[in-house]
Nanobody
Framework: QGPVVESGGGLVQAGGSLRLACAAS????????MGWFRQAPGKEREFVAA????????RYADSVKGRFTISRDNAKNTVDLQMTSLKPEDTAVYYC??????????????????WGQGTQVTVSS
């Protein structure tokens, strides 16, 4: 396993909720901004949400704003993604990533240094 590991994916009906978790180890978690990305079949990996090192700044893709919430617990070295009002188009493999850059959390894949293996989220209509 790498420094970040996702869990919590699964199958859910449209309109339902799911909570993804990401656990970090082997790095100074509080020094990393954390992000969630997703990749649907045949599509590029896209930004979902990110949170700054201290948790005070967050950013979201327009497609999930108001439905998803990112949060972190630096004492537990975890970052979560609460997903509500899920839609079939949210179906994808979801990846957690760590970015050592300080400042406003980035939405760019190239900023992130460590990636998890991904967890599948499937939303049925």
């Amino acid at each position: 396993q790498g420094p970040v590991v996702e869990s919590g994916g699964g199958l859910v009906q449209a309109g339902g909720s799911l909570r993804l978790a990401c656990a970090a180890s082997g790095l100074t978690f509080s020094s990393y901004a954390m992000g969630w990305f997703r990749q649907a079949p045949g599509k590029e990996r896209e930004f979902v949400a990110a949170i700054s090192q201290n948790g005070r700044s967050t950013r979201y893709a327009d497609s999930v704003k108001g439905r998803f919430t990112i949060s972190r617990d630096n004492a537990k070295n975890t970052v979560d993604l609460q997903m509500t009002s899920l839609k079939p188009e949210d179906t994808a493999v979801y990846y957690c990533a760590a970015d050592r850059t300080w400042g406003y959390p980035s939405s760019s894949r190239t900023h992130y240094d460590y990636w998890g293996q991904g967890t599948q989220v499937t939303v049925s209509s």
